[in-house]
């Protein structure tokens, strides 16, 4: 079905529809923001993989998966490199965060999985990307932010949202200064100032 603008569709929590949410945000993109509540057996047919989240694009073509639509919208926006080798960081970044970081996390909150390993994941993720930052100003090196920056920016915000703010204290500053360039992006600080909250914490 062909619509006039993109569509986003994935639940309340943020999980993996913030990832696509904030890329759509950041680059100002007019699109249709729908909080499903749930996939009944008909809308599960539909989707290729019978899984949210959802992208439709204004000609009608269609995505399902969390970073297959980011990269994507980035590739629209030449957000994803200059380079043959920062094109390959930021796949290893897009990997890390989503499947080391966001992923669990999201377990932890919901009981899924030992807190623990959230003390693991700030030593090693977060200190990488504070010591890419502090390296190369950008996490995929270059002269200008990525996707990869846009990925790990998400990561950091969301472990504040989860309520892990006291353990980021003082440690990391250019991953402070990498949350501060993205949420005075208009479009990124709209979205977090009115997404619905999901009740649930993740």
Not at 71 to 97: C, M, N, P, Q, W
Not at 141 to 170: I, M, R
Request: glycine content about 6%; charged content about 25%.
């Amino acid at each position: 079905m062909t619509t006039n603008k993109p569509s986003f569709s994935y639940f309340k929590v943020l999980v993996l529809g913030q990832l696509p949410r904030f890329t759509l945000n950041y680059f100002g993109i007019d699109y249709n923001d729908i909080y499903v509540d749930s996939i009944d057996d008909e809308f599960r047919k539909t989707l290729k993989f019978g899984q949210l989240p959802l992208f439709e694009d204004s000609d009608g073509f269609r995505l399902t998966q969390t970073d297959a639509i980011c990269k994507y919208i980035a590739s629209k926006h030449d957000f994803l490199g200059k380079s043959i080798k920062e094109r390959a960081i930021v796949d290893e970044t897009i990997s890390a965060v989503h499947d080391d970081v966001i992923m669990p996390g999201y377990k932890v909150g919901k009981g899924a999985e030992d807190k623990k390993v959230i003390d693991t994941i700030i030593s090693r993720h977060f200190t990488t990307f504070e010591k890419a930052l502090a390296e190369n100003k950008f996490i995929a090196g270059g002269d200008n932010y990525t996707l990869a920056d846009l990925y790990v920016f998400v990561a950091y915000h969301y472990y504040k949202y989860l309520g892990y703010s006291e353990k980021f204290q003082n440690k990391f500053p250019h991953l402070e200064a990498l949350q501060a360039h993205f949420e005075s992006n208009k479009g990124v600080a709209e979205y977090i100032k009115n997404r619905p909250d999901s009740g649930r914490g993740i």
